[in-house]
């Protein structure tokens, strides 16, 4: 079975922070890199983060640079988890993250620029 799963959102305060997972099932992310976007109804969609398949150094929007660190964790053997580690949260990264295996993991514009999308889980950061 080939699945995203994201988890980890949630209600948090002005400079909190929050992890966000992403498990990975029937994709090894070596092989594709992958890509953390964010979308509202208002703002549309921002790439966050990716990482590419040749393990080059993760990437970041200049919105969240400083404040997010992605990772993969692939000790496992039949699924590999992506983490994003959001720090000092802000109003405005008030966002449903999705996790994604894109053709590019680092250059994302539109939806059609990722084959396979999770469900997204919600961050809301308000006081």
């Known amino acids: 079975e080939v699945y995203l799963a994201e988890s980890g959102g949630g209600l948090v305060q002005p400079g909190a922070s929050l992890t966000l997972s992403c498990a990975a099932s029937?994709?090894?992310?070596?092989?594709?890199?992958m890509t953390w976007v964010r979308r509202s109804p208002g703002a549309g969609l921002e790439w966050v983060s990716g990482?590419?398949?040749?393990?080059?150094?993760?990437?970041?929007?200049d919105s969240v640079k400083g404040r997010f660190t992605v990772s993969v964790d692939k000790s496992r053997s039949t699924v590999d988890t992506a983490y994003l580690d959001m720090s000092n949260l802000k109003s405005e990264d008030t966002y449903l993250y999705y996790c994604a295996v894109c053709k590019d993991a680092v250059m994302v514009t539109r939806t059609v620029d990722c084959s396979y999308w999770g469900l997204g889980t919600q961050v809301t950061v308000s006081s």
């Open positions: 990482i590419r398949s040749d393990d080059s150094a993760p990437r970041y929007s």
């Open positions: 029937g994709f090894a992310f070596g092989a594709t890199g």
